[in-house]
């Protein structure tokens, strides 16, 4: 049968998805990946796959009705052409757009993945409660005939429960997107304890939290070694050139850009920190556990599923740099519980998040 799996973000859409895909390959379907990037930069990575890709219009952030009519129509055009037998969306713009296309074309077998509900539910000023009922409406929209909802914690299960967005006899538990473990392999410990950061730069993830920490541990300790890995984003919260710039030009932080391969980096760390506001649940925090890395990530929704505090990492809470830099500084104060932790981590993913289980909850939702 043929699938399209849509996203508003090409690269999410490739590196997040890319080991599902394969595997509705491997079972003998067409796939076809729908995305907002130009597709001379993808159709050949995809095609290496076995997957054809497909761009459309769809802006990933903001709020213009003009140019979500325009990304909805595009899909309606995309699908009406293509008429897949299953639809998997993930990102609000294709989940909501993308699910009232198909519901409008009559095709039934759609199945939306909700990986982090976003900061519009997260906070209660007046334009944000106007957006989210906006959003809240849409979803319903977008959502209404889904014969499957994915989820990756239960924080999200229960939000879109409480808004009547999803029933709960709906609702499939994912444990994250799963982590290629042959990809990622164990990796040596650096000697000396570093730190490293992948992320989008932008504030919900906790980048100012861990520059900021980074800052009071190098105080201490002006050889701790702190690195950063991640593109800039056109997310409101997004830092801006001038804001890292204190951090790289006085040495407190390396920064390396984005990468599409972080393994040459997680190599050179011994504890890999994510202080994130909220996830589904953080693909690169299980990429690290599966390379034997400690963790620090914060006590929220989605990360809080990849630690058990004081076995493979630390919780700390949010927005709260000073304990973040008190477990930096006792990781580096007590080097030798990093490889024990390290391992206790690759375990967990062994046992939970390898992507071939994870994958194989998809299909047999999906009926593949």
């Keep these: 049968m043929k699938i399209a799996v849509m996203s508003s973000h090409t690269p999410s859409l490739f590196w997040f998805r890319l080991d599902m895909m394969r595997e509705f390959v491997r079972r ?34 903001g709020t213009n009705p003009l140019k979500d009519i325009k990304t909805y129509r595009a899909l309606k055009r995309l699908l009406r052409a293509e008429h897949p ?40 000023g007046l334009k944000t409660k106007l957006v989210r009922k906006i959003l809240v409406t849409e979803y319903k929209l977008g959502m209404k005939h889904a014969k499957k909802v994915f ?13 009547g967005i999803v029933k709960k006899e709906r609702v499939v538990m994912l444990n994250g997107s799963g982590v290629n473990l042959e990809k990622f392999q164990p990796l040596p410990l650096p000697e000396f304890p570093a730190f490293l950061c992948i992320s989008r730069l ?61 393994r040459p980096y997680l ?13 589904g649940t953080p693909k690169t925090v299980l990429e690290a556990m599966a390379c034997e890395r400690a963790i620090i990530t914060t006590d929220a929704p989605g990360c809080r599923e990849t630690v058990t505090d004081g076995e493979n990492g630390y919780l700390v809470p949010v927005k709260d740099a000073e304990t973040l830099s008190g477990r930096m500084i006792h990781f580096i104060e007590h080097p030798e519980i990093i490889g024990r932790m390290a391992k206790r981590g690759r375990q967990i993913v062994e046992d939970r998040f390898d992507v071939v289980k994870v994958n194989g909850v998809i299909c047999n939702a999906m009926e593949l």
């Design 151 to 163: 989820f990756q914690n239960p924080d999200d299960v229960e939000i879109f429960c409480r808004y």
């Design 28 to 61: 003998g379907n067409d796939v076809v990946a729908i995305g907002n990037e130009p597709s001379d930069k993808w159709v050949d990575k995809f095609g290496e796959n076995g997957i054809r890709y497909i761009s459309v219009p769809v802006q990933r952030n």
């Design 267 to 279: 190599s050179q760390c011994g504890v890999f920190v994510l202080p994130s506001y909220r996830e």
């Design 202 to 262: 932008i504030r919900d993830k906790g980048v100012c939290e861990y520059l900021q920490a980074a800052e009071a541990v190098k105080q201490k300790y002006p050889s701790a070694r702190f690195m950063l890995v991640g593109p800039y984003d056109t997310n409101p919260s997004a830092l801006k050139p001038e804001e890292l710039a204190h951090y790289t030009d006085s040495g407190i932080v390396e920064y390396f850009g984005e990468q599409s391969d972080v």
């Design 85 to 124: 037998d299953r639809i998997f969306a993930y990102q609000a713009k294709t989940v909501i757009y993308g699910g009232m296309a198909a519901r409008k074309l009559g095709i039934r077998d759609f199945y939306p993945l909700i990986a982090g509900v976003g900061s519009v539910f997260l906070s209660d």
